[in-house]
């Protein structure tokens, strides 16, 4: 057996959708945005994330509309997003469906709860935030979702995980 370092199942990158591929040539930041209806806990990893500056502040996400997420953030009118550092990649591959968690992802490290959903003891940052725009405006294959930027709290120093060209990275300074 060998080992090559292309996917076995992807199409040539010449076949490939320009509009991802140039999407893939930008260093995304990388978080779980988490939410909690009902009891229930719901939480995905997002790279499609900005935070805009105003009063207040903004997180606007690109997210599934038919994911879990949706729905608790829609239903409960509030969400955490949880920043994620380096040490955090399991973390980020477990809430995006792409690595096993059994019992689920949150199983996976331990969360506190917030009056906005379920914290990462030992995000690297994290904002609790109150759903706005609904309902949100479909953008691509998501929905926008805006949320206002109610409280900051910026954790601990770690290496920021980044999402570039379909892997996980970090920044250096060199």
């Given at each position: 057996m060998t080992v090559h370092p292309e996917h076995p199942f992807l199409p040539p990158e010449s076949e490939r959708n320009p509009a991802r591929?140039?999407?893939?040539?930008?260093?995304?930041?990388?978080?779980?945005?988490?939410?909690?209806?009902?009891g229930r806990r719901a939480g995905l990893t997002v790279s499609s994330v900005l935070v805009v500056d105003g009063d207040p502040g903004e997180v606007l996400a690109v997210v599934d509309p038919l994911s879990d997420l949706h729905d608790a953030v829609r239903d409960s009118g509030s969400a955490?997003?949880?920043?994620?550092?380096?040490?955090?990649?399991?973390?980020?591959?477990?809430?995006?469906?792409?690595?096993?968690?059994?019992?689920?992802?949150?199983?996976?490290?331990?969360?506190?709860?917030?009056?906005?959903?379920?914290?990462?003891?030992?995000a690297t940052g994290w904002?609790?935030?109150?759903?706005?725009?609904?309902?949100?405006?479909?953008?691509?294959?998501?929905?926008?979702?805006?949320?206002?930027?109610?409280?900051?709290?910026?954790?601990?120093d770690a290496a920021p995980l980044v999402h570039h060209r379909g892997r996980y990275a970090t920044l250096s300074d060199g």
């Open positions: 591929r140039l999407r893939g040539r930008l260093a995304s930041p990388v978080a779980v945005l988490t939410a909690e209806h009902d955490v997003l949880n920043l994620l550092g380096w040490p955090d990649r399991q973390l980020a591959e477990a809430f995006g469906y792409q690595a096993p968690a059994p019992g689920g992802p949150f199983r996976l490290a331990d969360w506190t709860a917030s009056e906005w959903g379920p914290v990462l003891a030992g904002a609790g935030c109150r759903a706005i725009g609904l309902p949100w405006p479909a953008a691509g294959w998501g929905v926008a979702m805006r949320l206002a930027i109610q409280s900051v709290t910026i954790g601990r």
